[in-house]
């Protein structure tokens, strides 16, 4: 049995723009007594957000104590998040990943479905054949996440992006897809 701690998390998913949750999963050893911290990077931001981290506990975070807005709650954007749990900064006991969230990707997604009525209809190959891209590209830009090439994922993502809205522009003028 190692006396190692071993720092990780895993951010779970929601469907509420406005949150981002963090489970800590870490064994953390002789380090219970110790404050522990996290550093947010959030998509299109210079700055990285400090915030206490609960060991053991489900970390919730949202635009306020992102350090986005004051008081009113807005939606947190999509795109490359990158953590980091640690004791001390600089320490050797820490863990950084990163995390590609899809959240308002994925309710525009939905509200394309919504909007084909498929009732027992089968929509156009077309349409099915970009709505498969799109689903296929975010899927990539997640494996390339996990894989260690957020050049890739953010690549991948930022296509899926262009596809998506090209998809709801067709599908809100009524135009052939």
């Known amino acids: ?5 071993t720092l990780k998390f895993d951010v779970l998913d929601t469907y509420d723009k406005r949150i981002l949750r963090i489970a800590d999963i870490s064994e953390w050893k002789h380090l219970t ?3 522990t911290f996290i550093d947010i990077e959030v998509p299109a931001r210079k700055a990285i957000t400090t915030q206490r981290f609960q060991r053991e506990s489900i970390n ?3 635009s306020n104590n992102l350090e986005i807005t004051n008081n009113k709650l807005e939606d ?3 795109g490359i998040y990158k953590f980091t749990i640690y004791v001390c900064k600089g320490d050797k006991f820490s863990y950084s990943a990163y995390y590609l969230r899809t959240v308002d990707t994925l309710l525009r997604l939905d509200q394309v479905l919504i909007g084909l009525k498929l009732n027992c209809c089968v929509p156009d190959n077309n349409i099915i054949n970009k709505y498969s891209e799109i689903e296929l ?3 990539g830009a997640h494996a390339h996440l996990r894989d260690g090439d957020i050049s890739q994922a953010g690549c991948l993502y930022e296509k899926s992006l262009d596809l998506l809205e090209s998809l709801e522009d067709c599908l809100d003028k009524n135009k052939k897809c």
């Not at 049995?1 to 701690?5: I, K, R, T």
């Open 1 to 5: 049995m190692s006396l190692q701690p």
């Open 76 to 78: 947190l954007p999509d």
């Open 137 to 139: 590209l975010i899927k």
């Open 33 to 35: 007594k110790e404050e």
């Open 60 to 62: 919730i975070y949202n």
